[in-house]
């Protein structure tokens, strides 16, 4: 079994709006998966809890049993650390379906990064979106 990094990042245009998530699984720096998607209808934070539970998917599917996830949403970040409360009801269904994931796993930690250290999610999530 491995420890993966996994980046993610979900995204709206208008909130809601049409919406896609990126992710980007890393073992020892090296790429394994990206997965650029489109889901539809969303908020920017569901498209970023979609983008959370599709990186624990494609990295359980690469046989990890522990993951770092990588976010650029403080706010989901924070909720998931546990730091934030989740007040919002569609978030509160989604922040479950997460832990549920994480539970799964061996071991996990998250961090919350800036945009521009997330650079490859957020190109995956504007290439979903432009349909490239």
Known sequence: MARLTVNVDGGARGNPGRAAI?????????VVAEVGETIGRATNN????RALLRGIEVAIEHGADEVELIGDSELVVRQVEGRYKVKDAGLRELHGEVRRALDGLGGWSIRH?????NADADR?????????
């Open 22 to 30: 990126g992710v980007v699984v890393r073992e020892g720096g090296e």
């Open 46 to 49: 569901v498209a970023e809890y």
């Open 113 to 117: 990064v800036k945009r521009a250290q």
């Open 124 to 132: 995956l999530v504007n290439q979903a979106l432009d349909g490239a």
